[in-house]
């Protein structure tokens, strides 16, 4: 396509972010519906609204100027969940669903409702929906309408805390991605991870603190924050791990404990160096097959004292997936008595990669399944975190 084909699309497009960026700085915090609205006018739409993903990514809320508007609804077998779940654009009866992603999470769905079945959608539509997304993203940190929208059921004061305290659940690089999820959505307590994608390497981290609740929640919040601090602070994974060691022990007692997995990913090389504190041990996915659990020497949880036994290495290979999680995934019961177990996780991680799934809606539908086969409630806080390695363009030269 030549200059003159593209120049008056790039203008359109110059004139639509340059009238949003001015509404965005017209309108409040708690006015991003009335920004939805002006993305109507400006693809031409007669309805725009907004579907936003629930805690636990099962149901949609529609955002309106007050906050949420009607009840939440399924995704399972809607266009807006088809959507969501493929992260492609979908059209139907004259109704165009385009997912919202902020890099690789996903927030939500957009509806634009035209007149008429027959319509082209608007060139500018793509570079629209992503300014949208950028302002949501901004705006949204300064009003609790997109907070409560993303109720779908009453959130605990503990999840509450433990929800501010995560990063995005999704993000990539072009030499990796990572996904995380927490279970249950609206109840969770000591579980967390947290990661950092920088210049040169994938910083990250999954514990499980004892105890349920609020107290479990401040103790993982302890721990979590000082792995950030040393992070931060160009530490080594044995300081990390003794800092937060001596916290735990200083400030919540020698009965109280936090196990889990410190790590490090050289994004050149593929180098995973890892920590394994009294933790369940990651599973690794290669060439679409289970190859095993990746092996570590288990050092005492933290809080409990010790020495480092082990810090273990493996070289990841282009494509491998390596998912950390907590022992309530496996450890789940359904209502006969059986557990989800190991074997039941490892088959879903490896038909997920054959079919094909990305990172995020691997994990997705993995909690989702894992909920399903409890039925009722799950009896401990349950975290999926996946690493995927897809390769440096450098080691491949």
């Known amino acids: 396509m030549g200059e003159r084909d593209t120049a008056p699309d790039d203008a359109a497009l110059g004139r639509a972010v340059l009238r949003l960026l001015d509404a965005r700085h017209r309108f409040g915090p708690a006015d991003i519906a009335h920004l939805v609205e002006l993305v109507a006018e400006l693809l031409e739409a007669s309805v725009a609204r907004v579907h936003v993903a629930d805690y636990a990514l099962q149901r949609f809320r529609v955002l309106d100027a007050g906050g949420p508007r009607g009840e939440p609804y399924a995704m399972e077998g809607t266009l807006a969940g088809r959507t969501f779940a493929t ?36 060139l500018v539509l793509v570079g629209v929906t992503e300014v949208l997304v950028l302002l949501i993203t901004a705006m949204r940190r300064y009003t609790d309408g997109w907070m409560r929208t993303r109720r779908a059921q009453q959130l605990s004061a503990a999840a509450e805390a433990q929800w501010d305290l995560l990063p995005p659940l999704s993000s990539a690089a072009p030499e990796v991605s990572v996904s995380g999820i927490l279970e249950p959505a609206y109840e969770i307590g000591g579980d967390s991870f947290d990661y950092a994608i920088n210049s040169h390497r994938l910083e990250f981290t999954i514990i499980d603190a004892i105890g349920h609740g609020m107290s479990a929640v401040l103790m993982s919040t302890a721990v979590i924050n000082s792995l950030r601090n040393t992070r931060r602070e160009g530490a080594s994974l044995v300081d990390s791990y003794r800092q937060a060691d001596q916290i735990v022990e200083q400030r919540f007692g020698s009965s109280n404990y936090v196990t889990g997995h410190l790590g490090s990913l050289q994004l050149d090389t593929g180098e995973l160096t890892w920590l394994n504190a009294g933790h369940v041990l990651p599973l690794l996915i290669r060439n ?74 691997t994990v997705r539908r993995l909690s989702a399944h894992v909920c399903s086969h409890v039925g009722d409630g799950l009896n401990d806080d349950a975290t999926l975190f996946l690493v995927e390695f897809t390769g440096s363009p450098q080691r491949d030269a």
Request: aromatic letters at 8%; glycine letters at 14%; proline letters at 7%.
């Open 87 to 122: 992260g492609e654009i979908t059209t139907a009866d004259g109704t165009l669903w385009v997912p919202l992603v902020d890099g690789t999470e996903r927030l939500g769905v957009l509806e634009l409702i035209y007149s008429g079945p027959d319509f082209d959608p608007p």
């Open 288 to 361: 679409g097959s289970y190859v095993g659990e990746m092996q570590c020497a288990p050092s005492m949880p933290i809080g409990l004292g010790g020495r480092v036994v082990e810090v273990a290495t493996e070289t990841l290979q282009r494509g491998d997936r390596v998912l950390f999680y907590t022992d309530g995934i496996t450890e789940s019961r359904s209502p006969d008595g059986s557990q989800f177990g190991h074997e039941r996780l490892a088959d879903f991680v490896v038909r997920a990669t054959l079919d094909g799934l990305p990172g995020a809606e």
